[in-house]
């Protein structure tokens, strides 16, 4: 079984800061990417970050400059912190990954559960 719980999602005022983590709990496999999406009612689910294995980042245009993924591989756990938040960063932010299962060819989307982010003007 895997689970993935995102946390550190929260109210904060435009220019603020926030920090999202996701673990990843379980054994028996290797991540092989993680990402961050976010989603506003109505609207499809965008990326906002990504991270292969190799250490590759992207971002959207959006949040260069001002989000950063990183990953502890210890932890199983990927962050995304967010700095100078603006109104338009409110969403709802959802942590995916991609995983192999020891001894299998293929690659298996999981997705958390998600965690609000509300910026004020």
């Known amino acids: 079984q895997v689970q993935l719980v995102e946390s550190g999602g929260g109210l904060v005022q435009a220019g603020g800061s926030l920090r999202l983590s996701c673990v990843v709990s379980?054994?028996?496999?290797?991540?092989?990417?993680m990402a961050w999406h976010r989603q506003v009612p109505g609207k499809q689910r965008d990326l906002v970050a990504d991270?292969?294995?190799?250490?590759?980042?992207n971002y959207a245009d959006s949040v260069k400059g001002r989000f950063t993924i990183s990953r502890d591989n210890a932890k199983n756990t990927v962050y995304l912190q967010m700095n100078s938040l603006k109104p338009e960063d409110t969403a709802v932010y959802y942590c995916?990954?991609?995983?192999?299962?020891?001894?299998?060819?293929?690659?298996?989307?999981?997705w958390g559960q998600g965690t609000q982010v509300t910026v004020s003007s």
């Open positions: 991270m292969f294995t190799g250490g590759t980042t």
């Open positions: 379980g054994s028996g496999f290797s991540i092989r990417y």
């Open positions: 995916h990954t991609k995983l192999r299962w020891t001894g299998d060819l293929y690659e298996y989307n999981y």
